[in-house]
């Protein structure tokens, strides 16, 4: 009985291989493989155990084996020794993964097979090794993960029947494969199926790889053909996800009882698209340094972190180190783990100390605008709330046209604002300064600009612009006692090759000049002394590289800043 049942398991499997092009051995034509590994009592990978016979002397020999359903491995041998098999001859398209020898898959259906000799299929049938690739698919948030039945192939080349074509991850690697004949079609549609029927996931792709259908197509030109391991639902082989860290050093802030997130353009990987409350950091052994682990496929991604979880609590990434406006970003190429780590609101891994809260006075010429009855404001990233959260109205000066407003600013040394005439409203930005300050902002990653300036610590009054211009419309003007000199005119304005700078103290101090790039960095300096009185001096420019710099004039207590633009 125990005979009998497992005789009724076993599957017969008839193998055919046409030599008719071959010069056949005498010592007959046969078959070897791994059988005994699977169903007991067969040999395995003995070369001369199972002969192969042609009756009708057609060049076609045959043997029937009766075996237990799996996936075995084989090849045919002109002979009856090693060194008379086909060695390494076996096509790619139907060989076993990771070997030369032939692959066959046995299920519970007697099936029959036929071989040319060194060959994938019957002679004039082409033959397709079908890939798919599901490593992104699996390790997506929420994924469902392969299917009971396993992964399928349907096309036009076996009739669209979903459960038919069945494919195999032979190695483990999520990788699903097998290869099937295609008769003589010089091109196939497919798609690949988790699963055995249509109401399973399928693929549906755009036209870069497919038909309007969302099928793919492809051409075959050749007998035998192997396809890219094409990612699930993609035009494209695809890189397994690589683990990514972020974290962010929070040690310069207080960090809010709403915790600290990381908000970005996750959305393809799963993740909330742009949420400031969507992915939690955490800070598990107290050090102030905050991280979170995402699986993210090969790309370019824009993030940013947040203390809190609602914008507004969002960093600002200085220009020397931001993707787009204020927005950090990372590119992946492998599945290789990376770690990123940034002090808030800065480029270093760690933190720098910011300098020292100081007072600023900001001012803009409103000479050529109708001024809203609410007046001006001004909205910047170092307000609390940050940007039209914070806003901060202006005040009229005595000079007709110029409205101010004295802050005091803390934290990083890069600060971003613009000035807006009326009141702010993050939904409607059409009384925002806009693409007039372009060439003199930055981007804010959102299709606007920013003006920007890096403080220093000391009290400083910036420069006078026109509104929603790059254009400087007058001196420095805010109150007179803020002032580091009197009467600051500095031109050209934008600079080639050298500027003047006149000025005048109306007591004895010391008085010295420095240049700064956008990054912060002196680039020149000049010390005039201490003096009283109306001084013009002249800067050398014309071994800088073009650009927009601030130039302070410092009394050794505070600084009077100009942006400049050299040409």
């Not at 010089?186 to 790889?209: M, Q, R, V």
């Not at 010429?365 to 001004?378: C, F, H, K, Q, R």
Request: hydrophobic fraction near 35%.
């Amino acid at each position: 009985m125990v005979v009998c049942s497992v005789m009724s398991a076993q599957t017969a499997v008839t193998l055919n291989v046409d030599l008719s092009g071959q010069t056949v051995s005498a010592d007959g034509v046969h078959v070897a493989g791994n059988f005994g590994d699977i169903t007991a009592g067969l040999p395995v990978w003995d070369p001369a155990a199972t002969e192969m016979t042609d009756p009708d002397s057609d060049g076609i020999y045959s043997v029937t084996l009766n075996l237990l359903p799996g996936v075995y491995q084989f090849k045919f041998v002109n002979g009856n020794a090693w060194g008379a098999d086909e060695g390494d001859g076996v096509p790619l398209a139907c060989r076993y993964p990771g070997s030369n020898n032939r692959e066959l898959v046995v299920g519970t259906s007697a099936i029959e097979r036929t071989f040319v000799w060194q060959g994938c299929g019957p002679e004039g049938e082409k033959v397709v090794r079908f890939r798919v690739d599901m490593n992104t698919y699996i390790d997506a948030p929420g994924s469902p993960g392969i299917h009971p039945a396993g992964m399928h192939v349907a096309g036009d080349f076996q009739g669209w029947v979903a459960s038919d074509s069945p494919l195999y991850d032979y190695d483990g690697n999520n990788i699903w494969e097998a290869y099937y004949s295609i008769g003589d079609l010089d091109a196939i549609e497919f798609k690949y199926i988790n699963g055995t029927d249509w109401s399973n996931p399928t693929e549906h792709l755009s036209t870069e790889c497919g038909v309007e259908s969302g099928n793919r197509l492809e051409v075959i030109t050749e007998t035998n053909t192997v396809l890219p391991a094409y990612c699930f639902n993609s035009c494209s082989t695809c890189t397994l996800p690589a683990q990514v860290t972020f974290k962010v050093d929070m040690s310069l802030q207080t960090v809010s009882p709403n915790g600290v997130h990381l908000a970005g353009g996750f959305e393809a990987a799963g993740y909330p698209n742009w949420n400031p409350g969507g992915i939690a950091m955490t800070d598990d052994d107290g050090d102030n340094i905050y991280e979170v682990t995402l699986s993210l496929p090969a790309g370019s991604y824009e993030y940013k972190y947040v203390n809190g979880n609602e914008w507004g609590g969002d960093e600002a990434a200085p220009i020397e180190c931001a993707a787009g406006g204020t927005n950090r970003g990372i590119t992946i190429t492998s599945d290789e783990p990376i770690t990123v780590q940034h002090c808030f609101g800065q480029c270093n891994e760690t933190c720098v100390a910011d300098p020292d809260p100081a007072e600023i006075t900001f001012s803009v010429n409103m000479s050529n605008e109708t001024i809203d009855p609410a007046g001006p404001y001004l909205i910047g990233s170092f307000t609390s709330p940050a940007w039209q959260a914070g806003a901060i109205q202006l005040q009229e000066s005595a000079v007709a046209g110029i409205w101010y407003a004295t802050v005091t600013v803390s934290g990083p040394a890069q600060i971003y604002y613009k000035f807006v005439n009326g009141i702010p409203d993050a939904a409607d930005e059409s009384n925002s300064e806009a693409d007039g300050i372009a060439e003199c902002g930055a981007s804010n990653g959102l299709g606007g600009y920013n003006r920007t300036h890096i403080r220093t610590g000391n009290p400083e009054t910036l420069t006078t612009p026109c509104f929603n211009s790059c254009e400087i419309c007058g001196t420095i003007i805010s109150v007179e006692e803020n002032n580091v000199v009197n009467g600051l005119l500095v031109y050209p304005n934008p600079v080639e090759d050298a500027m003047n700078i006149r000025f005048s103290n109306s007591v004895a101090q010391k008085i010295t000049i420095n240049l700064y790039n956008n990054m912060g960095q002196l680039v020149t300096s000049q010390d005039l002394g201490t003096f009283a009185g109306e001084r013009l001096t002249t800067l050398n420019t014309a071994e800088l590289a073009s650009g927009i710099y601030t130039l302070a004039i410092s009394n050794g207590i505070k600084n009077q800043v100009v942006r400049i633009s050299v040409k």
